[in-house]
C-alpha cells in the first residue's frame, strides 16, 4: 500500500535532475522525447516503487499511456484495478482498451442502475457487473472512484488512477487499501478538485480532503518518480507556447507539429462583418479575441451570447475544412464546441444558437475537460464582471477553455478585463503548510490576454 505517514515534502534535487532531462529530450523529434518518457515509466513500473506520477499536459497521450500501462501489466501477468472520475471516463477508456487489446479480459464494476453504452457491450472482451467477485476472473476492472470506495474487501496487485488531479485525497485513502502498487496519470494544470460546502478547517492539514490525490500522495512519499509527458498532439504550434508559458511556466512542453502542419480555411469568403473577420484571423493565427465595449453586465450578458452563438454559427455557414497531420476533413457542428464557466450562461448559449447550431456542443469547463475539438468560441470568465472572484480567477478553468482546440480557439469578452484584474488582486488567504499554487489565476488571465491583444477583433468598428 501507498505510505500515508507525513515525509519530507521538499523535491529540490528531484525536480532538478528532472528539469535536466527534460532539457536533454528538447533537442529530440516530439515522437522520440514521448516515446521515451513512456518508455521510462513503463520501466519505472517494475522499478519497486510503490507509486509512480505521470503528468500530462493537454493532448499529450493520457488516455495512450493508460491504455497501454495496463496492457503491460496485463502482459506481465498482473491484475490491475483501474481508476476513473466519471463513467464517461470508465466507458471511454474500456473502449480504448478492448479495441487495441481485445485479448486483454476488462471487467466493467458499475452501480445497479448502470446501463451499458454501445461502446462497453460491443466488445465481447468485456464483462459488466455490480460486485467484484463476479469479475475475480477479469485480468482488468474499471471502475469510477466512487464505486471503488464502496468495496469493502478484495485487493490488486497494481491499480491505474488516471485524472489523479482530479480526484479528491479523501477519496484515494478510501480506495487506498484495495491495491499495493499504482500509476497515477493526470493533468496538473486545469480544475482542482471543488466542494459546494466551505472547506477552510481543514486547510493546512496533511489530510486536507481538498488537495488533490497527487499532492497529498507527493507530500507523504517524496521519493516517488514524476515523469512529464512532454509533447501535446492536440494543440497546435500555435497554441502550445501560449497555454505552457501561461499554465505549465515549470513543466513546459511543446506542440507535436510544428507551424503550417494545420490549416484552417473556409469553404465561403466573409461578407467582411465584425464575425468574419475573428474568424479569418483565428484561420490564420489560430488565435482571435472578439472584444466588446466595456461594460458591467448580467452573468448572462445579452451582447456576449449573441456574440458567442453568432460565431460558432458563422463558422458553420462558412463551411470549414481542416487540414492536418490526420488528413482534410470538414469542421462540423461535432468538431466545434462552445465552452463557459457557469450553467445559467450554457444555458442562454444553447438556447441563442438554435436550430442553425443544432450539434454543436455547449458547455462548462468542467464538462468540457478532456474533450477535443477543431475549433472553440470561449466566453471568457471574466467578462463584464465587476469583480475577480477566486472562481473566475481560478486558472485551471481558463487552462481547460482555452486548451481543447486543434486549430483555433476565438475568445469573446468584452473590454477592460486586464483592468478588472489590476484593481482585484488575489485576496485568498494563504494558510501555513499548504503549497502555493503557481500560476496563480491573476497571472495567467494576464498572460493569455496579453497574447489575445494581438490578436484583437473589436466589435464596434
Not at 465595449?293 to 451570447?305: K, S
Not at 460565431?311 to 463551411?319: F, I, T
Not at 478585463?417 to 502555493?436: C, F, K, M, Q, W
Request: charge should be negative.
Amino acid at each position: 500500500m501507498i505510505e500515508t505517514t507525513a515525509g519530507d515534502p521538499a523535491r529540490t534535487e528531484v525536480d532538478t535532475a528532472r528539469t535536466d532531462l527534460d532539457a536533454a529530450r528538447a533537442d529530440l523529434d516530439p515522437s522520440a522525447a514521448a516515446n521515451q518518457v513512456v518508455e521510462d515509466v513503463l520501466a519505472d513500473l517494475h522499478g519497486g516503487h510503490r507509486g509512480v506520477v505521470v503528468d500530462s499536459p493537454p493532448g499529450a497521450g493520457k488516455s495512450t499511456l493508460v491504455v497501454r500501462a495496463a496492457a503491460h501489466l496485463a502482459a506481465a501477468g498482473d491484475r490491475l484495478m483501474i481508476v476513473a472520475q466519471t463513467n464517461e471516463q470508465v466507458d471511454d477508456l474500456i473502449e480504448r482498451i478492448a479495441g487495441k487489446h481485445p485479448d486483454v479480459s476488462l471487467g466493467r464494476l458499475s452501480a445497479s442502475t448502470y446501463v451499458p453504452s454501445g461502446r462497453v457491450t460491443g466488445h465481447a472482451s468485456v464483462r459488466v457487473a455490480t460486485k467484484a467477485d463476479d469479475l475475480a476472473d477479469r485480468t482488468v476492472v474499471i471502475a469510477t472512484a466512487a464505486k471503488w470506495a464502496t468495496l469493502t474487501e478484495g485487493s490488486w496487485p497494481w491499480a491505474i488512477v488516471d485524472e489523479a488531479y482530479q480526484m479528491r485525497s479523501d477519496m484515494l485513502l478510501r480506495i487506498a487499501g484495495r491495491f499495493e502498487r499504482a500509476l497515477f496519470v493526470g493533468d496538473p494544470g486545469q480544475l482542482d478538485p471543488f466542494s459546494t460546502v466551505e472547506v477552510e478547517r481543514w486547510a493546512g492539514l496533511s489530510w486536507d480532503p481538498m488537495r488533490s490525490a497527487v499532492s497529498v500522495l507527493l507530500a507523504h512519499n517524496p521519493d516517488l518518480p514524476v515523469h512529464r509527458l512532454p509533447v501535446s498532439w492536440r494543440l497546435p504550434a500555435s497554441a502550445a507556447p501560449v497555454v505552457s508559458d501561461a499554465f505549465y511556466p515549470f513543466t513546459g512542453f511543446r506542440s507535436g507539429t510544428g507551424p503550417g502542419d494545420r490549416r484552417l480555411e473556409f469553404g465561403a469568403g466573409g461578407m467582411g462583418t465584425t464575425y468574419d473577420r475573428a474568424l479569418d484571423e483565428a484561420a490564420a493565427s489560430g488565435w482571435a479575441l472578439y472584444e466588446l465595449p466595456a461594460r458591467h453586465a448580467l452573468r448572462t450578458d445579452g451582447e456576449a451570447i449573441q456574440a458567442t452563438a453568432a460565431l460558432a454559427v458563422r463558422l458553420l455557414q462558412r463551411g470549414g475544412v481542416a487540414h492536418s497531420e490526420l488528413g482534410t476533413s470538414p469542421v462540423g457542428a461535432d468538431r466545434i464546441a462552445i465552452g463557459a464557466a457557469h450553467r445559467d450562461q450554457v444555458t442562454a448559449i444553447r438556447a441563442m444558437l438554435g436550430q442553425h447550431g443544432a450539434g454543436i456542443t455547449v458547455d462548462t469547463a468542467n464538462r468540457l475537460q478532456g474533450r477535443e475539438y477543431d475549433v472553440t468560441v470561449v466566453l471568457h470568465p471574466l467578462s463584464g464582471r465587476r469583480d475577480a472572484t477566486a472562481f473566475h480567477l481560478e486558472s485551471g478553468r481558463l487552462c481547460v477553455l482555452t486548451s481543447r482546440h486543434r486549430h483555433a480557439c476565438i475568445v469573446v469578452a468584452r473590454a477592460g478585463i486586464p483592468e478588472l484584474l489590476d484593481a482585484h488582486p488575489s485576496t485568498e488567504p494563504v494558510h501555513l503548510g499548504v503549497p502555493v499554487k503557481f500560476p496563480d489565476g491573476w497571472e495567467a488571465n494576464q498572460s493569455v490576454l496579453a497574447h489575445l491583444a494581438a490578436h484583437r477583433v473589436r466589435s464596434h468598428l
